[in-house]
């Protein structure tokens, strides 16, 4: 349970809003990093302790694609879609990424490294196509430059190439 384990933090967060219901998106994010995703328990305890109810915070988890119900890999890929990045190859970027992972958009790799998600404009419209990838920003994509990347990551667990993060 969060409270057990990060009084201190949701302390914290709560004391830094006028109206508590607004730590919302923060305790799902600190729901999210420790479990991987954000469980119906999860739920329910911010429900508590923001007093909203459990369909309110469901909604909230729902309209966000940085957010998820179910267990996703170690590594969250997620490909911007929208216009200005379709222009500039946002497609061919999925497809690369398809191949390489040899996974769907949504589906997760056997070894729980990557999951693929393609998602609405993620603000750097100026720099597509682009990704984000958990809480970092990979801008002005290539082939070349996402094999490397997804490389990196599985060797290392992390990439120079990125732009910088990404926070909620
Ligand atoms: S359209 Fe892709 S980041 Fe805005």
Redesign the pocket.
Known sequence: MLRAKYQNVIDDLLSRYPVKQSALLPLLNLAQKEEGYVSQAAMKEIAGILDLTPPQVFETVTFYTMLSLKPIGKFHVQV???????LVG?DNLLGWLQKHLGIGVGQTTQDKMFTLSAVE?????G????FQINDDYYERLTEEKVGRILEDLRQTGDCAMKSGPFLL
């Not at 911007?80 to 379709?86: E, F, G, N, Q, W």
């Not at 720099?127 to 682009?130: A, F, L, R, V």
């Open positions: 911007c879609r929208s216009l200005m990045c379709a946002a404009c993620l603000g750097s419209c720099t597509g196509p682009m």
